[in-house]
């Protein structure tokens, strides 16, 4: 039975997993309605630092704990993955905001939307983990968060595609460039972040 005897580092990822699900759906929100207020990037920040804050707790109780549910380089790495996912949620609001961009174009919307798919997907498979009967649900739950991948570097590519047909203020399409590019990156941490889930699931199968 893949039942841990420390049960509590999964309570920990199910927390860290739907924080991510919070922010990407927060930052799905603020692109929709174009509210890239310094308000809603605080609230955005609260969400980030607190994704810090429960990493911390994990690697504390990793130092504190004997017998873990798996080894425990692939603890630090689920742990740090997902961090990395709620960082650069924060990044981007925080970049719209100084960016001053007024109004989202259609392909953040697309990527916001997928963004909040992902991290929906992951929540689902980090779940899974408690239990060996679930590894078929973790593995779909895997392929969907790989296919919403593939998904962002088509729309990143057709937006900045469309950025150097259509945009004439240069310096609009060097601000607007880096945010289709860090937003693919952060489909990017959820796919690094399944790619850990699958390793863990191989390991202990």
């Known amino acids: 039975m893949?039942?841990?005897?420390?049960?509590?580092?999964?309570?920990?990822?199910d927390?860290?997993?739907?924080?991510?699900?919070?922010?990407?759906?927060?930052?799905?929100?603020?692109v929709d309605e174009a509210a890239f207020t310094p308000e809603n990037?605080?609230?955005?920040?609260?969400?980030?630092?607190?994704?810090?804050?429960?990493t911390h707790?994990?690697?504390?109780?990793?130092?504190?704990?004997?017998?873990?549910?798996?080894?425990?380089?692939?603890?630090?790495?689920?742990?740090?993955?997902?961090?990395d996912v709620v960082d650069g949620l924060y990044m981007i609001t925080n970049r719209f905001c100084l960016y001053q961009i007024k109004q989202p174009s259609i392909y953040s919307k697309k990527m916001a939307a997928v963004l909040a798919n992902s991290t929906k997907a992951l929540q689902k498979a980090v779940g899974a983990l408690r239990s060996k009967k679930l590894m078929k649900e973790t593995l779909m739950q895997c392929?969907?968060?790989?296919?919403?991948?593939?998904?962002?570097?088509?729309?990143r590519d057709e937006a900045i595609a469309d950025l150097f047909q259509n945009q004439p203020d240069p310096i609009m399409i060097i601000k607007q460039k880096e945010l289709f590019e860090e937003s693919e990156n952060v489909a990017d941490y959820c796919e690094h972040t399944a790619n850990v889930v699958e390793s863990i699931l191989v390991k202990n199968n």
Do not use: S
Not at 2 to 13: G, S, V
Not at 15 to 30: F, G, I, P, S
Not at 41 to 54: F, I, Q, S
Not at 58 to 79: G, H, Q, V
């Open 2 to 13: 893949f039942i841990p005897k420390e049960a509590k580092f999964f309570d920990l990822f």
């Open 15 to 30: 927390r860290q997993a739907e924080n991510l699900v919070h922010a990407a759906d927060l930052y799905k929100k603020l």
């Open 41 to 54: 990037v605080r609230a955005m920040h609260e969400k980030e630092h607190y994704g810090d804050e429960l």
């Open 57 to 83: 707790t994990i690697i504390n109780t990793l130092n504190e704990t004997f017998i873990t549910p798996f080894d425990r380089e692939d603890i630090m790495a689920l742990a740090n993955h997902m961090d």
């Open 143 to 155: 392929v969907e968060i790989n296919r919403l991948e593939n998904e962002a570097d088509v729309i």
